[in-house]
């Protein structure tokens, strides 16, 4: 079992940035792919961005390139995603995924087992 925290998430304008963690424990961290997905009200849940176990391999979603960007830091078992220019469009619930699959990046939300409770991002115009 891995459990997954987010924080980060809050309030911010239209241009702002925000940053959010996801802290991972019960498992050795360097083993799993990270995601972060969103779900904003009435829609399905996106996949954001993703990065590999090893070495880093990184995707993000062709709407949030340029302004978003996942790392992480096996060390302190933590995935980021640094949110820079936001729009009210971004505006949703983000959630920290974690998934084994060994081989390339997984982007559909049924690859990963392992969960958030999710945080809140409000972007106003």
């Known amino acids: 079992q891995v459990q997954l925290v987010e924080s980060g998430g809050g309030l911010v304008q239209a241009g702002g940035s925000l940053r959010l963690d996801c802290a991972a424990s019960?498992?050795?961290?360097?083993?799993?792919?990270m995601g972060w997905f969103r779900q904003a009200p009435g829609q399905e849940r996106e996949i954001v961005a993703a990065?590999?176990?090893?070495?880093?391999?990184?995707y993000h979603t062709d709407s949030v390139k340029g302004r978003f960007t996942i790392s992480r830091d096996n060390a302190k078992n933590t995935v980021f995603l640094q949110m820079n220019s936001l729009k009210a469009e971004d505006t949703a619930v983000y959630y920290c995924?974690?998934?084994?699959?060994?081989?390339?990046?997984?982007?559909?939300?049924?690859?990963?087992?392992?969960w958030g409770q999710g945080t809140q991002v409000t972007v106003s115009s």
């Open positions: 995924a974690a998934s084994g699959r060994r081989f390339g990046i997984p982007l559909a939300r049924y690859e990963y087992p392992y």
């Open positions: 990065i590999s176990f090893n070495p880093g391999i990184t």
């Open positions: 019960g498992r050795t961290f360097s083993d799993y792919n």
